[in-house]
């Protein structure tokens, strides 16, 4: 199971949860739950790797990602204003390698339903240290 650490937030924002959670069942694997909240033809920009479009992609590219097995996940800041969204932190991964991560989420609306795109940025830390 996957250790859980997140800054809490005022707990007034239902997107901010909804961003959170999103987060959580990534760094779990729970594929059946993202897919339920991303739109048909979600667009997903990993910055300096690829761009996933279209749910069908979306899900094979989650399906690739199963092997890779996360210990920990530090969420350190959720964001909402409007359509958008972004959440940060550190990834820990089974093996102990560390990435940091930043999402940017477009929402199909301010309802915070289905995400229509997700822009990601991953580094590996170096040393296996946080930043």
Known sequence: MVKIISTPNCGNSPKMEFIKQFNIDFAEGNISYLTDRVTDDIIWQIIGDKIIVGKTNFVKAMEEMKSI??????????????KVG???????????????????????G??????????SYSIKCNDNKSV
Do not use: C, P, R
């Open 69 to 82: 097995k996360v210990s920990e996940l530090t969420i350190t800041q959720v964001l909402s204003h409007g």
């Open 110 to 119: 301010a309802k915070a339903i289905k995400i229509k795109k997700i822009t």
């Open 86 to 108: 972004a959440a940060h932190g550190i990834i820990t991964l089974d093996n102990g390698e560390q990435y940091g991560f930043s999402d940017f989420y477009d929402f199909h």
